[in-house]
């Protein structure tokens, strides 16, 4: 007996240990504990104890471990967990408004039932965006979307049917021809995969779960107009509205004017594409943040302030601080423009501000110069510095497009260790919320893959 239990852990050990290695060089690597967990189900295993023990371990030191919740929305969960439980598989919104006004103790405001909608999808309880088209209804078992979602990636060739041999036997055949090189997905295609799966259910919500696999960046719309306005040339017959492209996390065709049509984007590109897209909207939110809290006066009155600078900013001798697109955007012209908002100043407009004329001190080293590391500044002029230096590396500096998994690990790492500093001064924590959001999306993806 002690000769099966040690053979089945040593290969346990094995199994743990070939999951490690291969996770190692993916981004999924970051969620790797030091700990592993052999652990025999057909006994009372004692180091079940152990990974008990663990799992609270790393929990707890979660950003959102330890924040209270109310009472009532624990009450909510309960009543969706039920259905869920029943095999429902999606409620609307009415319903779930339904179910709060008939518990015990109610959510009074909607505004409070949507925030408690999205901490439920934040912790995976459930699947709810607040957007538009999304916010009426919630899933409620994000497995089976992600099933939903295996049956397409997976789904085995549709064979004709030999006796009819039908044009649209040909015209699936064809389509499906297309989605397993291009990666481009008709709904008809869905239809037919989901239908030869013996799926009745996720017809039913069809429109839904392909809705949330393009908020994901699972799928997305092609654009119908290339640069010259025409019209792009359609797949097969169908409408934009019943085709989507596959993203290129899948290794599949991503639909774009000004791409080569048989190119695939590779995992160091999206990489490359992710990275932007964190650095241009967190680190350039976490900029804007600091530009309004230390501005020298009012952030309403930024304009005088502006116009005060007006000579400093663009008529400096040599070369002027600001170009012709950042003038017209901080200054009205004679034809009365007004000056452009907070959200347009990009990461190039906002460094310049915060160096000129906000309360923002410099770092140690200085302006224009890599701030210290040991010991590290954590000052907001230190902060300022390195988002504008990952800017000058990433977006203007990188003639290839391209990011590996690992460099990709080491620029995230950094994306959230200065936005940590910028927090422990400014206080608050949406930015990082949003990185760590940014994150799990693209881990999601790759998992998936």
């Keep these: 007996m002690q000769d099966c239990c040690d053979y089945r852990r040593e290969r346990g050990q094995r199994y743990l240990e070939e999951i490690r290695s291969y996770l190692r060089d993916k981004p999924t690597a970051v969620h790797l504990v030091d700990e592993?967990?052999?652990?025999?189900?057909?006994?009372?295993?004692?180091?079940?104890?152990?990974?008990?023990?663990k799992i609270v371990e790393v929990a707890s030191q979660q950003p959102y471990w330890g924040e209270q919740i109310p009472t009532r929305w624990f009450l909510l969960e309960q009543q969706l967990m039920r259905l869920r439980d029943d095999?429902?598989?999606?409620?609307?919104?009415?319903?779930?408004?339904?179910?709060?006004?008939?518990?015990?103790?109610?959510?009074?405001?909607?505004?409070e039932l949507d925030l408690c909608l999205r901490y439920l999808h934040e912790t995976g309880t459930i699947i709810y965006f607040s957007v538009e088209v999304l916010r009426d209804n919630v899933l409620l078992n994000p497995k089976w979307m992600i099933y939903a979602l295996k049956l397409l990636i997976n789904a085995q060739p549709i064979l004709p049917n030999r006796t009819t041999g039908s044009a649209a036997d040909s015209d699936i055949q064809q389509q499906w021809s297309d989605f397993k090189e291009k990666g481009i997905?008709?709904?008809?295609?869905?239809?037919?995969?989901?239908?030869?799966?013996?799926?009745?259910?996720?017809?039913?919500h069809k429109e839904h779960i392909l809705m949330i696999m393009e908020q994901l960046n699972i799928l997305a719309k092609p654009r119908s107009f290339n640069e010259m306005g025409e019209k792009c040339p359609p797949s097969h017959g169908d409408s934009?509205?019943?085709?989507?492209?596959?993203?290129?996390?899948?290794?599949?065709?991503?639909?774009?004017?000004?791409?080569?049509?048989?190119?695939t984007m590779t995992r160091e590109q999206m990489n490359y594409a992710r990275l932007c897209v964190a650095l241009i909207t967190v680190c350039g939110n976490a900029l804007r943040k600091i530009l309004q809290s230390r501005f020298p006066v009012p952030y309403t009155d930024i304009y005088q302030v502006l116009l005060a600078n007006r000579q400093k900013l663009t008529q400096r001798p040599g070369r002027p601080l600001l170009n012709r697109d950042q003038i017209e955007l901080l200054f009205p012209d004679h034809l009365g423009n007004e000056v452009g908002t907070l959200d347009q100043f990009d990461i190039s407009l906002l460094y310049i501000l915060i160096r000129n004329v906000s309360r923002v001190p410099e770092p140690r080293t200085g302006w224009n110069t890599e701030p210290c590391d040991r010991p590290r500044d954590t000052s907001l002029g230190a902060s300022v510095e390195r988002i504008h230096s990952y800017r000058n590396c990433i977006t203007c500096h990188n003639a290839v497009g391209r990011i590996s998994d690992q460099d990709l690990d080491v620029c995230w790492s950094k994306y959230e260790a200065v936005i940590r500093d910028i927090e422990a001064v400014l206080g608050g924590n949406e930015?990082?919320?949003?990185?760590?959001?940014?994150?799990?999306?693209?881990?999601s993806i790759y998992e998936a893959c």
Excluded at 41 to 51: C, G, M, V, W, Y
Excluded at 431 to 443: P, Y
């Design 185 to 204: 997905l008709t709904v008809e295609l869905v239809d037919a995969i989901w239908t030869k799966e013996n799926h009745p259910e996720l017809h039913e």
């Design 431 to 443: 930015c990082s919320q949003q990185l760590e959001k940014q994150r799990r999306q693209v881990i």
């Design 87 to 111: 095999g429902v598989k999606v409620v609307s919104r009415s319903t779930v408004e339904h179910l709060n006004k008939e518990g015990t103790v109610r959510l009074e405001e909607s505004e």
């Design 240 to 263: 934009e509205d019943s085709t989507f492209v596959v993203s290129p996390a899948f290794e599949m065709f991503f639909a774009d004017e000004g791409h080569d049509p048989d190119a």
């Design 36 to 53: 592993d967990f052999a652990i025999d189900n057909t006994i009372l295993d004692s180091k079940l104890e152990d990974l008990k023990k």
